[in-house]
């Protein structure tokens, strides 16, 4: 049984619980996420993206038998 998931809702609720319960405040996430769109705009962008996308085939080939 696969369940498809659009990952910016569950990133969003992963979020959501990490700045409830660890108690971080909402510029440090600000901040976070400016660097997040920073670094995917420098020279290290590419790799970031290939390495997530080869994490997430890894994970999805994982379930599948």
Same mark, same amino acid.
């Given at each position: ?5 659009? /990952? /910016?809702?569950? +990133?969003? %609720?992963?979020?959501? @619980? $990490?700045?409830?319960? /660890?108690?971080l ?6 901040? +976070?996420v400016l /660097?997040g @769109?920073? %670094? ?7 790799? $970031?993206?290939? =390495? =997530?996308?080869d994490?997430?085939?890894? $994970?999805? !080939? =994982?379930? =599948? !038998?």
């Amino acid at each position: 049984m696969n369940i498809s998931l659009p /990952l /910016l809702p569950v +990133l969003a %609720l992963a979020a959501w @619980f $990490i700045v409830r319960n /660890l108690r971080l405040r909402w510029w440090a996430v600000a901040a +976070l996420v400016l /660097l997040g @769109f920073y %670094l995917a705009s420098s020279s290290a962008g590419p790799l $970031i993206d290939k =390495t =997530t996308r080869d994490g997430v085939e890894v $994970i999805n !080939k =994982t379930g =599948t !038998k």
